[in-house]
C-alpha cells in the first residue's frame, strides 16, 4: 500500500500562487507516476499534471500549462504542484495519485489522498 498525504491548499485572490505537496509513505517503489487531479463542484475528477519518480518527464493539461509545475524530491518521496497565475475557475479540490502506469486518466492512478481545497476568489 501507498499512503499519500497533500497540504498546501487555501483561499487566495486571482493572480496569485500556491505550492502543494503530497507526501508519499509506505510501498512508493510500486509506483512510476505521481500525477496531481482536481474536482470542482459538479464536475468530473480531471488530470492536472504527472511526474514520473524517475526520470522527471512531466505531462500537463493544456488548461495549466504555462501557469502550473509538478516537480518532485526521491529523497523526501514528495511530489510538489506550483499554481501561479490563479484563475477563479482552478477552484477545486486537489488530489494527489499514485501509481505504475503511467498515464492521465483516473483509472492509471491505484492510491489517491484525502484532497486540498483550493479556492480562487475573483
Known amino acids: 500500500q501507498v499512503q499519500l498525504v497533500e497540504s498546501g491548499g487555501g483561499l487566495v485572490q486571482a493572480g496569485g500562487s500556491l505550492r502543494l505537496s503530497c507526501a508519499a509513505s509506505?510501498?512508493?517503489?510500486?509506483?512510476?507516476?505521481m500525477g496531481w487531479f482536481r474536482q470542482a463542484p459538479g464536475k468530473e475528477r480531471e488530470f492536472v499534471a504527472r511526474?514520473?519518480?524517475?526520470?522527471?518527464?512531466?505531462t500537463y493539461a493544456d488548461s495549466v500549462k504555462g501557469r502550473f509545475t509538478i516537480s518532485r524530491d526521491n529523497a523526501k518521496n514528495t511530489v510538489y504542484l506550483q499554481m501561479n497565475s490563479l484563475k477563479p475557475e482552478d477552484t477545486a479540490v486537489y488530489y494527489c495519485a499514485a501509481g505504475w502506469t503511467i498515464g492521465t486518466t483516473k483509472t492509471d492512478y491505484t492510491y489517491w489522498g484525502q484532497g486540498t481545497q483550493v479556492t480562487v476568489s475573483s
Open positions: 511526474i514520473l519518480w524517475v526520470g522527471g518527464s512531466t
Open positions: 509506505g510501498r512508493t517503489f510500486s509506483t512510476r507516476a
